[in-house]
């Protein structure tokens, strides 16, 4: 399994941007699709955002289609998400993960078996 950290979290007001980073050790970091999730509190884990182990291939989540952004620097072995226009329902907790297989194209956090740590983002009103 590959070996995730997180970093880039923080406090922002409401409209502002932060890009997150996951740092990944260990196996093949081009082998994996990679995630991002998000938990609230009192919430369940849900998908963010994914992108495929080429880079081609991207989705998210609807809360945060055309604010948020996917990327990948396979020679550096870094996971990459920008957010803009921030919003309070975006506080929670940010992971990042790996899948199981390639190309399943499920997001759901089943379909993924290694995970960071975590990084918290508040956004305030």
């Known amino acids: 399994q590959v070996q995730l950290v997180e970093s880039g979290g923080g406090l922002v007001q409401a409209g502002g941007s932060l890009r997150l980073s996951c740092a990944a050790s260990?196996?093949?970091?081009?082998?994996?699709?990679m995630g991002w999730f998000r938990q609230a509190p009192g919430k369940d884990r849900e998908f963010t955002a994914a992108?495929?182990?080429?880079?081609?291939?991207?989705a998210y989540a609807d809360s945060v289609k055309g604010r948020f952004t996917i990327s990948r620097d396979n020679a550096q072995n870094t996971l990459y998400l920008q957010m803009n226009n921030l919003k309070p329902e975006d506080t929670a907790v940010y992971y990042c993960?790996?899948?199981?297989?390639?190309?399943?194209?499920?997001?759901?956090?089943?379909?993924?078996?290694?995970w960071g740590q975590g990084t918290q983002v508040t956004v305030s009103s």
């Open positions: 993960a790996a899948a199981a297989r390639r190309g399943t194209y499920d997001y759901t956090p089943k379909a993924y078996n290694s």
């Open positions: 992108i495929s182990w080429g880079g081609a291939s991207r």
């Open positions: 260990g196996r093949t970091f081009v082998s994996y699709d």
